[in-house]
């Protein structure tokens, strides 16, 4: 999509890190392109960087935004790669996706997911529920009064 995705995602492959910095490292990256693209495209269905297909091609990022046919993605993905099981690993033909880890794809998908419902954070959401339950009370104490006037 991006030439700096490239070089991001690119020198990152050829220095020695460990994996968990690795895995640091790329949720980062991920959830940079996936706020810069929700930004450009609107809602984000999926996002995913590709792993394999050849140094000119790693680090390319398939941005899934509604309108694109799912079949067509997941026809190009490796499913070897999938189950753990392809060892083709840069000359396999098909498309490796990286995976992210739990923790990001949770908090990413979630927080686009939020916009559609009316409510926000949790602590939000509470402290209306609270200053509701407080509306509630306060008509019924007025709606009591007023019946207690007519009789
Ligand atoms: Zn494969």
């Not at 690119?10 to 929700?38: K, M």
């Not at 390319?60 to 694109?68: A, K």
């Not at 509470?126 to 019946?147: A, H, I, L, P």
Request: proline share 2%; charged share 35%.
């Amino acid at each position: 999509v991006n030439c700096s995705f490239f070089y991001k995602i690119g020198a990152c492959r050829h220095v020695t890190t460990s994996e968990v910095e690795q895995q640091q490292f790329f949720d980062d990256f991920f959830e940079e392109v996936f706020v810069e693209a929700e930004e450009k495209y609107g809602e984000i269905e999926e996002m995913n960087v590709c792993d394999n297909l050849g140094d000119h091609l790693v680090g390319n990022v398939y941005v899934q935004v509604p309108l694109t046919p799912v079949t067509d993605f997941r026809e190009a993905c490796c499913r070897q790669y999938e189950m753990g099981e392809c060892t083709r690993g840069g000359f396999c033909n098909f498309m490796h996706l990286k995976p992210i880890s739990r923790d990001l794809r949770r908090r990413l998908y979630n927080r686009s997911r939020r916009k559609h419902n009316a409510g926000s954070g949790v602590g939000s959401r509470r402290s209306r529920s609270r200053s509701r339950e407080k509306w509630e009370r306060e008509q019924r104490e007025k709606r009591r009064r007023r019946d207690r006037d007519r009789h």
